[in-house]
Nanobody, 115 residues
Framework: QVQLVESGGGWVQAGGSLRLSCAAS????????MGWYRQAPGKQRELVAE???????TYADSVKGRFTISRDNAKKTVYLQMNSLKPEDTAVYYC?????????WGQGTQVTVSS
């Protein structure tokens, strides 16, 4: 059974930084794209950033220049470094992994940015 376990969420003041991690475990024969979505209260889930197995990245316009996605294929882990955080970044952040030709999701981790 494949699992994605997230860590690193929490509370931070505006302008601060957080680093999220998401590790895949289980029968992960093939891991392709990985990434992060977020969902704020009353809003739809939106893409934050994603990265291909070869390292090609895509970012939402709202986080470009502030967030950096990276991955360690040997550790089956994707990271999201979040700098210059704003109150509007407050949301539950979900990682995903395209593993064994289907998409799996993490359980979500809360990020709260206070002004």
């Amino acid at each position: 059974q494949v699992q994605l376990v997230e860590s690193g969420g929490g509370w931070v003041q505006a302008g601060g930084s957080l680093r999220l991690s998401c590790a895949a475990s289980g029968s992960t024969f093939s891991i392709n794209g990985m990434g992060w979505y977020r969902q704020a209260p009353g809003k739809q889930r939106e893409l934050v950033a994603e990265i291909t197995r070869s390292g090609i990245t895509t970012y939402a316009d709202s986080v470009k220049g502030r967030f950096t996605i990276s991955r360690d294929n040997a550790k089956k882990t994707v990271y999201l470094q979040m700098n210059s955080l704003k109150p509007e970044d407050t949301a539950v952040y979900y990682c995903y992994g395209d593993i064994n030709y289907r998409r799996y999701w993490g359980q979500g981790t809360q990020v709260t940015v206070s002004s």
